[in-house]
């Protein structure tokens, strides 16, 4: 339940901050933090199955190519249990190096399907206008969010480190 109770917090504090933010600014990357959270308490079969669920309601939920979110979301809970298995989750420096990892791992996904789909690569303007603030702007919510989510679903679990 409580899982859900996150989930929607997320939907809707993404949602405001998309709003609230300038045009040319993009927020933080909330449907990223949520499936890494997600996939840090589930063994990978589900953690990787629920970061693609989360990826596919993101697409539906923004009108966008439907799968586009889910591959990036799905290649980011990859990275982050295969980076896990060297960096400790639990240590606040190793999570930021974790989470910057992933969302590199994320935007990897996303150039794949841009690629796979024959259009031509990224211009600049989206690197300086999408790529740069989200990831910065992500990384310094984290914490919080990171901090919310632990209080919302009590300590995470090691067993499947």
């Known amino acids: 339940m409580n899982a859900l109770v996150l989930v929607f917090f997320s939907l809707v504090l993404q949602a405001l901050l998309s709003g609230l933010l300038p045009d040319r600014v993009s927020p933080p990357d909330l449907w990223f933090l949520l499936a890494v959270v997600l996939a840090s308490r589930q063994n990978p079969y589900a953690g990787l199955a629920t970061a693609f669920g989360l990826g596919l309601l993101q697409d539906l939920s923004s009108a966008g190519y439907l799968g586009f979110h889910a591959l990036g979301l799905t ?7 295969g980076l ?3 960096l400790h989750w639990e240590e606040p420096a190793a999570r930021m190096v974790v989470l910057a990892l992933a969302f590199l791992a994320k935007w990897g996904g996303f150039l794949i399907l841009v690629y796979w ?3 031509t690569t990224l211009p600049t303007s989206t690197w300086a206008q999408v790529f740069a603030p ?11 969010y990171l901090r919310l989510a632990e209080a919302l679903l009590g300590p995470g679990e090691e067993a499947y480190a």
Do not use: G
């Open 75 to 81: 290649t980011a809970a990859y990275a982050f249990y």
């Open 84 to 86: 896990r298995v060297w």
């Open 117 to 119: 789909m024959r259009y």
């Open 134 to 144: 989200e990831l910065v702007l992500t990384l310094l919510v984290a914490p919080f």
